[in-house]
């Protein structure tokens, strides 16, 4: 199994511009999150989804869209750039909602300028 | 002030040495998990607890419920050990989110 997998790695983005930042597993995980981290702040959760073709909103989701079309895939839009979400950006998934585990993707360096 | 609250923010420590980070929090929780994330960037889970104690290896989570406040122990320790630790709880009212510490640097010099 491959885990959790993000593209890219690292992306920098003009204010404005419009990105997608994927995010997929190929655990038949149920519960998928987006979380961004920021220097000297906990991990803040954007949205997230407890199955395809439900997704809620998390701590921050203002500027972010998410949809679940299949269960594998859990892509993060920014439909309009801004410097303030410049950040480090994790995707994560676990079997169940409230499963011992989460797994999380290697991460996504984002620099908005 | 932040509903969790991990102490300390850094800490220096020699190989060998007997580790403990600490975290607090003030709401109502489910369960409480601690994290590694290494100085790549990569987040591993360590363990989910909602009462007494957990071992796996050198590392060793407890936690005390009426006290709000889990500890995490790391026993001798060495220098792949080194990693920001991450405290993160699951609220009562809420089954399906986390509320994130900022997170422990821990270096271990060899």
């Known amino acids: 199994n491959a885990g959790v997998t993000q593209t890219p790695k690292f992306q920098v983005l003009k204010t404005g511009q419009s990105m997608t930042l994927q995010c997929a597993q190929d655990?038949?995980?149920?519960?998928m999150s987006w979380y961004r981290q920021d220097p000297g702040m906990g991990l803040r959760l954007i949205h997230y989804?407890?199955?395809?073709?439900?997704?809620d909103q998390g701590e921050v989701p203002n500027g972010y869209n998410v949809s679940r079309s299949t269960t594998e895939d859990f892509p993060l839009r920014l439909l309009s750039a801004a410097p303030s979400q410049t950040s480090v950006y994790f995707c994560?998934?676990?079997?169940?909602?409230?499963?011992?585990?989460?797994?999380f993707g290697p991460g996504t360096r984002l620099l908005v300028l | 002030k932040n509903e969790v609250e991990q102490s300390p923010q850094n800490l220096t420590a020699q190989e060998g040495e007997f580790i403990t980070i600490n975290c607090s929090y003030s709401v109502g929780i489910s369960a409480l998990h601690w994290l590694q994330q290494h100085p790549g960037g990569g987040i591993v889970s360590l363990f989910m607890l909602s009462s007494g104690k957990k071992k796996h290896g050198r590392l060793i989570a407890t936690i005390n419920i009426q006290e709000k406040h889990s500890s995490l122990h790391i026993t001798a320790s060495h220098p792949r050990d080194s990693a920001v630790y991450i405290c993160a709880v699951r609220t009562l009212d809420s089954n399906y989110q986390l509320i994130w510490g900022a997170g422990t640097k821990l270096i271990i010099k060899p």
């Open positions: 989804s407890v199955g395809a073709g439900i997704t």
């Open positions: 655990m038949n995980h149920e519960y």
């Open positions: 994560a998934s676990s079997y169940r909602r409230n499963q011992e585990t989460q797994y």
